[in-house]
């Protein structure tokens, strides 16, 4: 890695992850949002370049060029889930998540959004040109339990989480090795895990193989902390 563009769904998980920053190499990993997920927007892998040099654009901090790897997280959001688990209720007018199925009065509209991301991942994962992760159900699932926040609520628990780890990376990588409950060896091994049943509603998140991956890009410290733990 010479330089890494890691990009990230929105403004919260764009505070929580900037703490990836302090564990590698001076000037190696830029954070961006994206305004929402993307992965749900019909062709996406056939348009990401251009979806990002647009929001680098916005940023005018760097340009596409300036990177030689991109990396990019999204919430599963039970986009595996099979088309059964999704249930109609009708006063749900913004989709509700639980362990075992996701309720909505417009199923239909769940069903094409969860197709498309499934092709946008699953384009992404064969081609290899983003190194794609997940947090699932989303990222305040996997982090504080909660799968179903409120937008202030989300804002709040993004901060104190920043507040506590900025101070303790080493702390921030425990979090993420201990919130990886897939059981799986290999980034590959990750994403089949989030595919099967309804995993991709358990909270769990496979970002931990970001930093095995790269781990000759990490600050010295954190590089020997991780090589320890992969013992």
């Not at 992850?17 to 993307?38: C, H, Q, R, T, Y």
């Not at 794609?132 to 709040?156: A, E």
């Not at 496979?206 to 590089?223: M, Q």
Request: aromatic fraction near 12%; glycine fraction near 4%; charge should be negative.
């Amino acid at each position: 890695m010479i330089k890494c563009l890691f990009l990230v769904e929105g403004p919260y998980d764009l505070l929580r992850l900037s703490l990836l920053k302090g564990l590698f190499d001076e000037n190696k990993l830029e954070i961006v949002p994206l305004a929402g997920d993307k992965l749900t927007t019909n062709s996406y892998f056939k348009k990401y370049e251009e979806v990002i040099r647009h929001f680098l654009n916005v940023e005018s901090t760097h340009s596409y060029e300036d990177f030689d790897l991109f990396a990019q997280i999204c919430d599963t959001d039970g986009c595996f889930i099979s088309d059964e688990a999704i249930v109609e209720n009708l006063d749900n007018t913004k989709i509700k998540y639980f362990r075992d199925r996701v309720e909505i009065n417009d199923i239909n509209s769940i069903i094409r959004r969860n197709k498309t991301k499934r092709d946008n991942i699953n384009a992404l994962l064969v081609s290899g040109k983003i190194e794609l992760f997940y947090n699932s159900c989303n990222i305040d699932d996997v982090f504080d339990g909660k799968l179903n926040p409120r937008n202030k609520q989300k804002k709040r628990l993004a901060v104190d989480m920043y507040n506590k780890y900025s101070t303790d990376l080493f702390g921030f990588i425990d979090l993420i090795f201990n919130s990886d409950h897939s059981g799986a060896s290999s980034h590959k091994e990750s994403w089949d895990y989030i595919k099967i049943g309804n995993n991709s509603l358990s909270p769990t998140t496979n970002l931990k193989f970001f930093l095995i991956n790269h781990i000759d890009d990490l600050k010295n410290e954190f590089k020997d902390y991780i090589a320890k733990k992969l013992k």
